[in-house]
């Protein structure tokens, strides 16, 4: 990626689609293989591409993003902040990790508002963010960083959003891919994210998991 962000904190690593094979795998009964699923900030589609489903999209502000994308995804250049490309109440299910936390408050209502607008009813928003409750001593070492979540302001927010919170974990994965340095073997290294995101022991962990219904 030409990007400087991507080229400076979003750095490639390999070893994330293991990570995001498995967080699929985590996800997959929220995500029916008939649904309309769309990445939201893909970066560099680990998720999408791990995704089965009946359409795929992804949208990311970077235009180098596109080549990362496998030919059954659609991809728009695009801020999340403006969807117009999506009709409402077209998808199934939406999917952001690490995105929120880029926003501050005036443009963060403005975003969960589009979210809500392309979603069902009875559509699923999944997030992955940063809990600042776990990870306050290096939230900002990512310069672009402008609004806190904890797990219970994150819920709040979306519930003041006309979102109901049906799945939670307020530790799910470490903060970041290098956190939890993985075994060279890829059968390992699944078999340790597998259990890591299961087990109450979560050494290191920094990221949240909310999956929101739309009223």
Same mark, same amino acid.
């Given at each position: ?83 117009? &490309? ?45 809990? &600042? ?83």
């Amino acid at each position: 990626m030409k990007d400087p962000y991507f080229q400076s904190r979003y750095k490639f690593d390999p070893s994330r689609e293991v990570v995001w094979k498995e967080i699929v795998r985590y996800l997959k009964p929220f995500i029916k293989k008939g649904s309309v699923v769309v990445d939201l900030g893909a970066g560099y589609c680990n998720f999408i591409n791990s995704v089965t489903a009946k359409t795929k999209y992804a949208v990311d502000i970077s235009p180098d993003f596109q080549k990362f994308a496998n030919h059954d995804v659609k991809t728009f250049v695009s801020s999340v902040s403006n969807l117009n &490309f999506l009709a409402d109440e077209s998808v199934d299910v939406a999917h952001a990790s690490n995105l929120l936390e880029h926003f501050d408050d005036h443009d963060l209502v403005g975003v969960i508002s589009e979210f809500g607008r392309i979603l069902k009813k009875d559509g699923l928003l999944i997030l992955m963010q940063p809990n &600042f409750r776990y990870t306050y001593k290096n939230y900002f070492d990512d310069y672009t960083h402008k609004k806190i979540f904890t797990d219970e302001g994150l819920k709040n927010f979306l519930v003041s959003q006309d979102f109901q919170v049906v799945h939670r974990k307020n530790k799910f994965l470490p903060f970041s891919v290098g956190s939890l340095p993985l075994p060279g073997p890829a059968w390992l290294a699944k078999l340790l994210i597998r259990g890591y995101m299961v087990s109450p022991w979560k050494p290191r962990a920094g990221q949240m998991l909310f999956i929101a219904k739309k009223k």
